[in-house]
């Protein structure tokens, strides 16, 4: 059964650092993509990052472009997050997300807060 589980959330300041880690378990992500998504207050949730499944094809919003790095790391069946020089925009809930090769992100966490304050 599919599972994906995040965690490292929490509170810090502008200009901190922070890794999200998310474990994931499931057939599907043996070769599947990944992905980190971020919903924040009153806002719809927007895409963060993407990386397949052996890193060759990684991508990132415009808005966390040169601060954020997604890396996965197969045999311990975790995908990264880690996010230098956080600003309080990046106030949100984070999310992990996979799904096979074919596409779609069909299996979501419960997602992790991160708070940053000014």
């Known amino acids: 059964q599919e599972q994906v589980v995040e965690s490292g959330g929490g509170l810090v300041q502008t200009g901190d650092s922070l890794r999200l880690s998310c474990v994931f378990y499931g057939r599907t992500f043996i070769d599947g993509h990944m992905a980190w998504f971020r919903q924040a207050p009153g806002k719809e949730r927007e895409f963060v990052a993407h990386?397949?499944?052996?890193?060759?094809?990684?991508y990132y919003d415009n808005s966390v472009k040169g601060r954020f790095t997604i890396f996965r790391d197969n045999a311990k069946n975790t995908v990264y997050l880690q996010m230098n020089s956080l600003k309080p925009e990046d106030t949100a809930v984070y999310y992990c997300?996979?799904?096979?090769?074919?596409?779609?992100?069909?299996?979501w966490g419960q997602g992790t807060q991160v708070t940053v304050s000014s």
């Open positions: 997300t996979g799904g096979p090769p074919s596409g779609g992100y069909p299996y």
């Open positions: 990386i397949n499944w052996n890193g060759s094809n990684i």
